[in-house]
């Protein structure tokens, strides 16, 4: 069972920037796509990025397109969320995945193994 851990939360002011990290305990995901989704109060969750097991191939949401860069040191174990010119609607708990295949894709059903979340805020 692959033991996923987010990091890297907090509140931030619009237009300023974090950096989210997923460490995977037992070193099992290396071969996997991982994948980054979110979810706000009252909506659904929200794919936002996934990256192949090798970091060779990245897949974007339009909304967070340029703005977010997925990347893996797979070494360490970690994959990593960079999040640039945050706004208030980027507001959200997000959550790292392991997916079942080492090429990831957007839908939520192909991962398997997910995180508790690390709370994200963007006061405007």
């Known amino acids: 069972q692959v033991q996923l851990r987010e990091s890297g939360g907090g509140l931030v002011q619009a237009g300023g920037s974090l950096k989210l990290a997923c460490v995977d305990s037992?070193?099992?995901?290396?071969?996997?796509?991982v994948g980054w989704f979110r979810q706000a109060p009252g909506k659904e969750r929200e794919f936002l990025a996934t990256?192949?097991?090798?970091?060779?191939?990245?897949l974007y949401a339009d909304s967070v397109k340029g703005r977010f860069t997925v990347s893996r040191d797979r070494i360490k174990n970690t994959v990593f969320l960079q999040m640039e010119s945050l706004k208030p609607e980027d507001t959200a708990l997000y959550f790292c995945?392991?997916?079942?295949?080492?090429?990831?894709?957007?839908?939520?059903?192909?991962?398997?193994?997910w995180g508790q979340g690390t709370q994200v805020t963007v006061s405007s």
């Open positions: 995945a392991s997916s079942r295949r080492p090429i990831g894709s957007m839908r939520g059903s192909d991962y398997n193994n």
């Open positions: 037992r070193r099992t995901f290396r071969n996997n796509a």
């Open positions: 990256i192949s097991w090798n970091g060779g191939s990245t």
